[in-house]
Nanobody
Framework: QVQLVESGGGLVQAGGSLRLSCAAS????????MGWFRQAPGKEREFVAA????????YYADSVKGRFTISRDNAKNTVYLQMNSLKPEDTAVYSC???????????????WGQGTQVTVSS
């Protein structure tokens, strides 16, 4: 089992920045790939970013490329999502996920956190 806890969400004005963290515990070696997903009210969950164990492979949704950066600190079992130039359309609950391989779809991940709310005001 892997437990994931997100933090760092909040309310920010458009153009601002936030950094989300996802702390992993448990059998993290069994699910080394990490991803961030988001879900806005009334919308489907969508992929945001993903990273391999080594950090050498990353994927981003087109909507966040150039604005968001995913990274990880394996010594701390933590994955980060640095979000810059935030837009109102980035408002959503952001969740991290862990799985065996880097994927851009949610069904590729076995474990999920509870999520953290990000609200961007215009």
């Amino acid at each position: 089992q892997v437990q994931l806890v997100e933090s760092g969400g909040g309310l920010v004005q458009a153009g601002g920045s936030l950094r989300l963290s996802c702390a992993a515990s448990g059998r993290t070696f069994s699910s080394p790939a990490m991803g961030w997903f988001r879900q806005a009210p009334g919308k489907e969950r969508e992929f945001v970013a993903a990273i391999s164990w080594s950090g050498s492979t990353t994927y981003y949704a087109d909507s966040v490329k150039g604005r968001f950066t995913i990274s990880r600190d394996n010594a701390k079992n933590t994955v980060y999502l640095q979000m810059n130039s935030l837009k109102p359309e980035d408002t959503a609950v952001y969740s991290c996920a862990a799985g065996p391989r880097v994927r851009t779809t949610g069904n590729g991940y076995d474990y999920w956190g509870q999520g953290t709310q990000v609200t961007v005001s215009s």
